[in-house]
């Protein structure tokens, strides 16, 4: 008969593994990256400088820093025969998978970089992710939008590249915004890395079977499309959108969340970890006003967005699940203001998680401990039966 199995929950939150890269407190709301909290490196730092130090475990000095950044410029081309493969795809294909069969697809392209085990591989390996995958990306991006793909331009590091190559066009020069380059580069940061999150454990779990760092990310790229994970931010705002389109008030919304009508979730809100305001969410919506004030975004849905905020933070159903904004709450806000559409909200997660994934396999792949990912379970189905005689 089948077993009623009860066990504890906390099994279900079990560590999964060591790891030095980064530091989560869920309840006190700390976030830091190699022991730098996570306000200090979004005052001070960049994405390239962050990168560096979640991959290498140390801030790089400005001589490292920069040879870091040119190595990353010289991998941005992507082999002529790949460009190719964005034509198999429908026009309206959304940019996630696409870019997760593309990642996938260099290590059929760049097969000299595979060995898990050779330090220089996995080197290359790194550079070439870090160059490539935002390439990709733009190109999904002007594949869904049937526009023309620029060759990068290598007198620009990794974000303005990623600027241009999504808004530039052949015909006329691309004048960078700075202000544009900064909040994206400020939201890549609060991005890079989050400890073992769905996407991450992905990662490590495909990559403990000794797959290549391109297959393991790839994997990684699927994971984080769910919607409960990073597919979150494109949700919030088409949250946003229908109560605007509905004219509903915010608490008309609410009570639809709590009633758990249709399954819905006030999107951006919650956390497997954080059981209170997380960090990232906070300087989001800090510098969200300032961003979307210079840029022209569409303050009416940051209204609804921050009334939402103001009647949840004030609601016992909120406050007794403990239900905080998380990273995806505004991020979505600024992404459309910067004018990237919706489909490449969590493409740009994936972006800024890049140089997170990369440690994490790095360190997965050096762990004499890690055999291949094999999670056991609790069974609860039938116990033993007799096949009928007939
Ligand atoms: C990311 O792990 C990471 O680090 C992820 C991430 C990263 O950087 O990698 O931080 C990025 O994925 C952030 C999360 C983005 N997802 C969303 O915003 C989607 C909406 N959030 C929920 O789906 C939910 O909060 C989760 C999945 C994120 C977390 O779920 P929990 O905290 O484990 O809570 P649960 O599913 O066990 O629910 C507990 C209760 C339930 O109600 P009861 O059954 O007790 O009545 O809280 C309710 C849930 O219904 N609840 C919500 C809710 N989230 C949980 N109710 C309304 N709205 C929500 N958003």
Redesign the pocket.
Known sequence: QTGAVTFDPGFMNTAATTSAITY?DGDEGILRYRGYPIDQLAQHSSFLEVSYLLIYGNLPTPTELDAFDQRIRRHTLLHEELKGFFGGFPRDAHPMPVLSSAVSALSTFYQDSLDPFDDEQVELSTFRLMAKLPVIAAYAHKKSIGQPMLYPDNSMNLVENFMRLCFGLPAEPYDLDPLMVKALDLLLIL?A????????STVRLVGSSNANMFASISAGINA?FG???????E??LNMLREIQAKGMQPEDFMEK??N?EDG????????????NY?P?AKIVKATAHDILSRLGGNDELLDIAMRLEEKALADD??IE???YP????YTGLIYKAMGFPEKMFTVL?AIG?LPGWIAQWREMIKDPQTKIGRPRQLYTGAGERQYPAR
Not at 264 to 275: I, T
């Open positions: 989560i991005h890395d989050h400890e073992q999150n769905c996407s991450t984080l919607p409960l994970h990073g597919g979150a931010n949700a919030v969340v709590k758990k819905v979730k006030l999107m951006g809100f919650g956390h497997r970890v954080y059981k997380d990232r159903y909120f699940r403990k239900l998380n990273v995806d709450f997660f998680r």
